[in-house]
């Protein structure tokens, strides 16, 4: 598996798929054992939460939320890296950080062109550097927060429940991780902007235009953009307060939420009445 993996010889799902042939042929595991690896709920807790990422991403509410920040926050270059960072931080605690960073990049890209292409000034190769990094640095960090953030924090939380029985919901992780969030972003921001990069230099007023521009093209809020924010909102309170919801409902666990979190999402532009009964019956 590893060969196949690094040669990309094979797909990497149908490779991460081989122990259902070759383990259970061989008898080292039973087809049972192999699968409850791969039903584990730590998957669905991934399942789920990708599906709202990939709505996020289709409906560019990313980018909303990032040009919005980065628009209230001016046009200094520190300001501009620390709201890609918050932008990116606060995003990757919810997505992925590669989810994040494949998402937050092409923000970046733009405006680094736009300003080399449009602004007397432009940027130095340095502030490029600095531009890009921001982001891949924060979006690291945030993915630390959450059981979701990043695809490691699921796999430990798993570990440690399946070897040590030490249990942790997404509520406890948060309080445990979040702390080093605080920690690491803001040092990480004052060592890229005040000793690994050159930021005296301020950029241009252009990129308020270039910014005012981007959301004027997303436009107002449509009514799908409205909807997948109050099921990415509720989806998070839910994973917050869980504590309280095992009160009314004791089984209740993380993957559950995000499987009726990303769930709900086919819901929202469904049309066809069968089709949503369908949906329903299956769930």
Not at 8 to 25: C, E, H, Q
Not at 110 to 125: R, V
Not at 135 to 153: D, H, K, Q, R
Not at 154 to 165: D, K, Q
């Amino acid at each position: 598996m590893i060969y196949l993996w690094i040669s990309s010889a094979l797909p990497y799902w149908l490779t991460a798929l081989t122990p259902l042939v070759a383990f259970s042929s061989t008898s080292i595991l039973s087809l049972t054992q192999i699968l409850q690896g791969y039903l584990n709920k730590v998957v669905f807790l991934f399942l789920g939460g990708f599906l709202i990422a990939r709505s996020i991403q289709k409906w560019d509410l990313h980018k909303r939320i990032a040009l919005n920040i980065i628009h209230k926050l001016g046009s200094n270059i520190r300001t501009i890296v620390f709201s890609f960072m918050l932008s990116s931080a606060f995003i990757s605690m919810f997505l992925t950080n590669t989810a994040t960073t494949m998402m937050m990049l092409p923000i970046g890209l733009s405006i680094i062109g736009y300003l080399m292409s449009h602004d007397e000034k432009g940027m130095s190769a340095s502030q490029q550097s600095l531009m890009l990094l921001s982001i891949t640095y924060s979006s690291s960090i945030g993915g630390m927060a959450t059981l979701n953030g990043t695809v490691p924090n699921g796999l430990t939380s798993a570990f440690l429940a399946e070897e040590f029985s030490l249990k942790l919901d997404y509520l406890e992780w948060f309080i445990l991780c979040f702390p080093f969030v605080l920690v690491a972003l803001p040092l990480s921001y004052l060592v890229l902007t005040r000793i690994a990069f050159d930021t005296k230099a301020n950029l241009s007023k252009n990129i308020e235009q270039l910014i005012a521009k981007e959301l004027a093209t997303l436009g107002p809020l449509s009514r799908t953009e409205k909807k997948i924010i109050v099921v990415g909102v509720l989806t998070v309170l839910a994973w917050l307060f869980q504590p309280l919801i095992r009160l009314i409902y004791p089984d209740i666990n993380d993957a559950k939420i995000a499987i009726i979190g990303g769930g709900s999402l086919f819901f929202i532009s469904a049309r066809n009445k069968s089709r949503v009964l369908e949906l329903l019956d299956f769930g």
